[in-house]
């Protein structure tokens, strides 16, 4: 199993950045894949950005130029860049992993993004 713990979420202007992290622990050398999905309030979860160990990546069609998603495997650890951030961008932030097949999920970052 892997456990997950997120970090970086805050409040931000339009137009600001944040960067988020993930860093995971446990049984992380069978992670496939490591990701950010988010759920505003009364929606549901939605993919925002996936990273395989190999470093390929995927992104939402919202989020595509604006967002990168990096990995440091060594330290087992996955960011989230988040430039140019509108209100739309608010909600909150989950970091995934895929381990082995099963879906794992942090607690959660809030990102507000708010004048």
């Known amino acids: 199993q892997v456990q997950l713990v997120e970090s970086g979420g805050g409040l931000v202007q339009p137009g600001g950045s944040l960067r988020l992290s993930c860093a995971a622990s446990g049984s992380s050398r069978s992670i496939y894949a490591m990701g950010w999905y988010r759920q505003a309030p009364g929606k549901q979860r939605d993919m925002v950005a996936i990273?395989?160990?190999?470093?390929?990546?995927n992104y939402a069609n919202s989020v595509k130029g604006r967002f990168t998603i990096s990995r440091d495997n060594a330290k087992n650890t996955v960011y989230l860049q988040m430039n140019s951030l509108k209100p739309e961008d608010t909600g909150v932030y989950y970091c995934y992993a895929d381990w082995r097949g099963a879906a794992y999920w942090g607690q959660g970052t809030q990102v507000t993004v708010s004048s």
């Open positions: 990273i395989t160990m190999s470093g390929s990546t």
